[in-house]
């Protein structure tokens, strides 16, 4: 069975930080990339950044480039989003996905999705 399972979210101040994990299994962890989207209520689903476990590429969105930073352990199948100089804005459900490809625009790709941790920034 396919999993990916979040974790670390939760409620802090403007300018703070967080690190959001994914964990994966029930698939061949690096044949594929793992990507963070977020949804805020009221607004799209937005890709946030992406990481192919194959060969460590990496994408950001705009909106935190400079802030976020992703990463991969391999050994434990673990996605981490480092979470830095968080704003109101960043306050969203954030859900770890699957795809064959790593790509932050829409978010069709990804086969596989996780249920989702909310981040809250408080200013």
Known sequence: EVQLVESGGGLVQAGGSLRLSCAASGFTFDDYAIGWFRQAPGKEREGVSCISSSDGNTYYADSVKGRFTI?????????????????????????????????????????????????????
Do not use: H
Not at 76 to 100: G, H, I, R
Not at 103 to 110: A, I, L, Q, S
């Open 71 to 123: 990463s991969s352990d391999n050994a434990k199948n673990t996605v981490y989003l480092q979470m830095n100089s968080l704003k109101p804005e960043d306050t969203a459900v954030y859900y770890c996905a699957a795809a064959l490809i790593c790509t932050v625009v829409g978010g069709n790709e990804y086969d596989y999705w996780g249920q989702g941790t909310q981040v809250t920034v408080s200013s």
